[in-house]
């Protein structure tokens, strides 16, 4: 038999703040969207708004170290450990399991550029590279930083002990590291996982590849599902990280559940029309009978053609469900939206919004995934 999985720490952090009660409200309500549309003109996107970072990061030498990605990432993972009660248990940290769905490290453009610049009149431009790149960049660099760095800092930073996972592989990351660790407790393959990811949408790096694939909206905000006259991705910096236990542990602990987890599952369909539509019900059927009240949290993209496959296999499975796109509140963050949108979903049902919620989101290039959360 299965074991039952819940959420018993919440860790948010993105342009609507921080933590369960700021972004339950955005949840629960009509609130505006903060978009920065002037900063990485023409492209819109919703910036972090700024965390005091010595509450989770207490050393500046630690904070230093780190590249925003890998702070927003340590910062909403120490949200969760506090929600959870775990932050000062030794014991407990020993024991837990870091799952993390990392992108692929950010460079250092200040170094790029002033590179690039110097090699122009250097007379060995080898040598010169060469001297440049043992000099100026940082000992956590290798051209950018190492993917798997979040997860170590995590442990240093907030001493835990246990072992850990970095997934890579865009949004399809944040899909398998939820439904991993979802999977290896209700397998008794461990009892408690802190699990998410973090993404740092302001990087111009980053919108130049999306852009040379043509996946970003350079056009004013519009919300996810009405982006038809000019359809694509606004991204957004946000962080999400849950602890997710088995339901049994919890209850010895006196901890609070927020939700179950009941099910979590990925596809990765080939992209042909009617692919992710079908990829997406097949997930959702595999979930049982979902709730006519449920709630939807989609983590689509508002790319062309997927996204409307994704709101017909929402409006399939759960027809009288309230539907909620996770890109309207935060924006889309990559590798962290499925975590984030399973953090919203688990708010939601934590504050009562909700009794049942499904997750679902489709990649803006490859793969699918869906989840199902009912109240604990």
């Given at each position: 038999m299965a074991r039952d999985v819940v959420i018993t720490g919440i860790g948010l952090a993105s342009s609507l703040g921080e933590g369960?009660?700021?972004?339950?409200?955005?949840?629960?309500?009509?609130?505006?969207?903060?978009?920065?549309?002037?900063?990485?003109?023409?492209?819109?996107?919703?910036?972090?708004?700024?965390?005091?970072?010595?509450?989770?990061?207490?050393?500046?030498?630690?904070?230093?170290?780190?590249?925003p990605w890998q702070r927003l990432g340590v910062y909403a993972a120490g949200l969760a450990l506090d929600d959870a009660g775990l932050k000062d248990d030794t014991e407990a940290k020993s024991q837990l399991q870091v799952i993390v769905a990392a992108g692929g490290g950010e460079r250092d453009h200040a170094v790029d550029a002033a590179i690039l610049a110097g090699l122009r009149n250097a007379n060995q431009p080898g040598a010169f590279l060469n001297e440049r790149l043992m000099g100026d960049l940082r000992p956590t660099l290798f051209l950018a930083q190492l993917s798997n760095?979040?997860?170590?800092?995590?442990?240093?930073?907030?001493?835990?002990?246990?072992?850990?996972?970095?997934?890579?592989?865009?949004?399809?990351?944040?899909?398998?590291?939820?439904?991993?660790?979802?999977?290896?407790?209700?397998?008794?393959?461990?009892?408690?996982?802190?699990?998410?990811?973090?993404?740092?949408?302001?990087?111009?790096?980053?919108?130049?590849l999306f852009e040379l694939g043509g996946f970003l909206r350079s056009?004013?905000?519009?919300?996810?599902?009405?982006?038809?006259?000019?359809?694509?991705?606004?991204?957004?910096?946000?962080?999400?990280?849950?602890?997710?236990?088995?339901?049994?542990?919890?209850?010895?602990?006196?901890?609070?559940?927020?939700?179950?987890?009941?099910?979590?599952?990925?596809?990765?369909?080939?992209?042909?029309?009617?692919?992710?539509?079908?990829?997406?019900?097949?997930?959702?059927?595999?979930?049982?009978?979902?709730?006519?009240?449920?709630?939807?949290?989609?983590?689509?993209?508002?790319?062309?053609?997927?996204?409307?496959?994704?709101?017909?296999?929402?409006?399939?499975?759960?027809?009288?469900?309230?539907?909620?796109?996770?890109?309207?509140?935060?924006?889309?963050?990559?590798e962290a939206a499925f975590p984030v949108s399973v953090a919203l979903a688990a708010a939601a049902l934590s504050t009562g919004a909700a009794n049942e919620a499904i997750v679902t989101g489709a990649a803006h290039w490859r793969g699918e995934g869906a989840a199902r959360l009912v109240k604990a």
């Open positions: 369960v009660e700021a972004h339950a409200l955005a949840l629960a309500s009509d609130t505006a969207p903060v978009v920065d549309t002037q900063s990485f003109a023409p492209y819109p996107l919703h910036p972090l708004k700024p965390l005091e970072l010595d509450k989770q990061i207490p050393k500046k030498s630690d904070q230093r170290q780190m590249e760095l979040l997860a170590g800092n995590i442990g240093i930073v907030h001493g835990i002990t246990g072992a850990s996972r970095t997934l890579m592989g865009e949004e399809q990351a944040g899909v398998d590291a939820i439904r991993t660790a979802q999977a290896r407790i209700a397998a008794g393959q461990a009892d408690i996982i802190l699990v998410g990811g973090a993404y740092n949408a302001e990087r111009r790096d980053m919108l130049l056009a004013d905000f519009a919300p996810v599902f009405a982006r038809s006259e000019a359809p694509g991705m606004i991204t957004g910096s946000a962080g999400a990280f849950l602890v997710l236990e088995a339901a049994e542990r919890a209850a010895a602990r006196g901890a609070r559940a927020h939700a179950r987890l009941s099910h979590a599952g990925a596809h990765r369909s080939r992209r042909q029309p009617g692919s992710v539509a079908k990829a997406l019900d097949e997930l959702l059927s595999g979930f049982g009978q979902i709730a006519a009240d449920a709630l939807a949290i989609s983590a689509a993209t508002g790319c062309a053609e997927i996204t409307d496959e994704e709101a017909a296999a929402i409006a399939k499975a759960a027809p009288g469900a309230r539907r909620i796109a996770t890109g309207d509140l935060v924006g889309h963050s990559v």
